[in-house]
């Protein structure tokens, strides 16, 4: 910022208001986000590591934690599946209705997940649509796993759809004709050319999916009924410590969350870095 | 995602446009959306001005450990929601370390909402900021524009799509935010109740048609602030390029 510098002592009138929008800028990103997000940490370890370990060793901790990543471990993959699909349909098929399948995909963004919840109860609970049918069938959707990984999967369906339109429109159709027209079935074309030319925009997808489906708690709180050691998963784990005044152990098991939204970060950083590098070349 | 879509339609609707609006207009309900939409708005100014600085500071300063900022600003989606209620709780709660105690205001509403927001003011910005070409502002600068001319004249008018485009994802987001505001607002009916705390409320309590038309109040208000959202860009793309 040279230009104006127009003999002015100390400070230029740019270099200053430089200074104050930063200032201004990271004092609210301190305010906000740095310092309360340190003060859980702060919070948790403050009586030593004792405490720690017996919060998270508790049963009802250790059980949903677990049942945290089995849904991870059931949810993740169907959306990354449907994910995909849905990606390569609205990119490189053509049918009608397309431009409303688009919306619609991005339709979990707009909905509150308690909505979600809501609409998933009438659809699947006691007096729901489905409800007698599923009943007559031995099938409990509400109030058990299915339910919450139903919930899950829908408030976090749009994000490898998301990720992997914008890359697979950049790498275009040239190679996959090139590997039609050299004989490739329709099945190898898509391991060997698409997958391989799309496969950060997937990961990058994945990460934000799990992240999401980690820490979903309006819809899951819902559909889960919050049975202890049951249907509870640990984000509902934390809201039921919390609320039985027992500090020490919704702290220790936001802090597992919160290094787990770290670990996130850090895994959605070097994929960009890794993109940016790539595009540089 | 079609099928429940229709489930809570055909709810909201069964007992007709008359039940509809009774449930709609229910004193405690009618406080509620009101209260959502409105800080919301309020919200999402805040957003506007902020996001936009943060942008700002991220493209056109330089200092020290700024890809850590940088990587910060996603943080909020990242985190779990009930844990971003409880990190702000921790510190502007009961027995606030510095002495701020907003729990059960109106007031944590509003900062669990620019909590969860943050980001996409910042991340629908930071792109256009980094692609503006600067040669307009030395121009305008050389002429004898001062710094704040440059700045209303120039750069803010390439900006708002951007800045647009972003308040209407966190007003979507915020009018149907629950889980960062569970524990930090109390829940109070009149008072701190949102949208979205009203329809678990009324779920609880099994009155599905209550919680139904609720329900569709915040999504058509969600939905039509994202559908204005992509007309404006679409009428921009037509007509300005």
Known sequence: MSYSSQGAVGLSPTRAMKLSVRTLALSYLALLLVAPVGM????TFEGGLGPVWSAVSAPNAVHAFWLSLEIVAIAVPLNTVFGIGIALLLERGRFRGKALLGMLIDLPFAISPVVVGLALVLVYGKTGWLGNWLAGHGIQVIFSVPGIVIATAVVSLPFVARETIPVLRELGTDSEQAAATLGASWRQTFWRVTLPGIRWGVVYGVVLTTARALGEFGAVSIVSGRIEGQTQTLPLYVQDRFENFDSTGAYTAAVVLALLALGTLLAMNLLTRRTRARKAL | MLLPVAALLAKASSGGTSAFWREVSNPEALAAIKLTLAVSAIVVVVNAIFGTLIAWVLVRDEFPGKSVVNALIDLPFALP????????????GKGSPVGVDVAFTRASIALALLFVTLP?????????LLELDRSMEEAAASLGAGPLTVLRRIVLPSLTPAIVSGVALSFARAVGEYGSLVLITGELPFKTEVGSVYVFGQISNENLPAAAAVSVVLLLAALAVLGALTLVSRWRSKHVL
Request: net charge positive.
């Open chain 1, 40 to 43: 859980i940490f702060y919070h």
């Open chain 2, 120 to 128: 996409f003011v910042v991340r629908s910005v930071q792109p256009v």
């Open chain 2, 81 to 92: 929601t009930i844990v971003a209620g409880i990190v702000l709780l921790a510190l502007y």
